[in-house]
Nanobody, 123 residues
Framework: QVQLAESGGGLVQAGGVLRLSCAAS????????MGWFRQAPGKEREFVAA????????DYSDSVKGRFTISRDNGKNTGYLQMNSLKPEDTARYFC????????????????WGQGTQVTVSS
């Protein structure tokens, strides 16, 4: 069982910056691919970004490509999502998740999830 805890969310103005963290309870964090997803009120959870075990392969949704950067520090058992040039449409609850296989965009394929952290971008 892996427990994940997101942090770093908050209220920011459009154009601002936030850095989300995802701390894992396991020392074997490095064997998992990780992903970030988000869910706005009344909407389905959507894929944001994913990163392979070693950090060598990334995938981003078109809506965040060029603005967000996913990264990880396996030595610290922590993943990150750097969010630049934030837009009001980025407002959502952000979740990190891990899975034992390759990176995927489908949330159903992830094994463990955190509780999420709220990001609100004002215009």
């Amino acid at each position: 069982q892996v427990q994940l805890a997101e942090s770093g969310g908050g209220l920011v103005q459009a154009g601002g910056v936030l850095r989300l963290s995802c701390a894992a309870s396991t020392r074997t964090f490095g064997i998992y691919s990780m992903g970030w997803f988000r869910q706005a009120p009344g909407k389905e959870r959507e894929f944001v970004a994913a990163l392979s075990r070693s950090g060598g392969v990334t995938d981003y949704s078109d809506s965040v490509k060029g603005r967000f950067t996913i990264s990880r520090d396996n030595g610290k058992n922590t993943g990150y999502l750097q969010m630049n040039s934030l837009k009001p449409e980025d407002t959502a609850r952000y979740f990190c998740a891990v899975r034992g296989g390759n990176i995927m965009r489908l949330s159903d394929l992830y094994d463990y999830w955190g509780q999420g952290t709220q990001v609100t971008v004002s215009s």
